[in-house]
């Protein structure tokens, strides 16, 4: 499947509720753990060791680079490379390299 689809995300790195709106090129390493109710957009690449909180929206071409934590309800922007963790939960990210541009996150 994830030969057609371009999407490759190891079963039990999400917990429930993932949504992916659209299909494209998503990779996620296996030792990639994130919590409920994530959302992934089409070019994003998840590396090794990283620990995502409930509530991440991934937006189109976002980068997460290795052995880092997101917190809850956490928006990292489209084309965004995080390369520090992010302790602040409720926020949203922007620029290569990713900084806080707001403190209003992703909320279902």
């Not at 919590?35 to 929206?57: F, K, L, M």
């Not at 990292?76 to 390299?97: K, Q, W």
């Amino acid at each position: 499947m994830s030969i057609k689809t371009g999407i490759f995300i190891p079963i039990n790195t999400f917990g429930k509720g993932l949504a992916l709106p659209h299909y494209g090129t998503i990779i996620v390493n296996g030792s990639a753990r994130f919590g409920d109710y994530c959302v992934i957009q089409a070019g994003v690449n998840v590396s090794a060791n990283v620990h995502g909180g409930n509530y991440v929206y991934l937006a189109p071409g976002a980068k997460i680079n290795e052995n880092l934590t997101i917190a809850d309800h956490v928006i990292v922007g489209s084309n965004c490379v995080v390369t520090h963790s992010v302790e602040h939960e409720g926020c949203t990210l922007a620029g290569v390299p990713a900084k806080k541009i707001s403190d209003k996150g992703f909320y279902r």
